[in-house]
């Protein structure tokens, strides 16, 4: 899965969700059930993701929505294996990113 968000500090939630593909409301579900999601809230109480906050989406994102895992499941694989699933997470995301790229280059041919 390939997300697309500029290069920032905070991100919105509306902007984080239309990134996904999904609705705010899982977003918000996905904070209440995943404690590695602790996006700041401001005096209004709108959340910001940090960047971390979307590496942690995406992984979640990951596991639950590609590879079917059950919230229990992807939860238990977090703790226990979150950086092996971060390390192969990163290769899978840097390999499809060359494979846009070289898409890329062939429709340009």
Known sequence: MHINLPEKRYYGIGEVAKAFGVNTSLIRFWEKEFDVLQPKKNAKGNRKFTPDDIQNLKLIFHLVKE???????????????????LNNFEIISKLEDIKAQLTKIKEQL
Do not use: V, Y
């Open 67 to 85: 590879r079917g895992f059950t919230l229990d499941g992807a939860k238990i694989h977090l703790k226990e294996e979150k950086q092996q699933t």
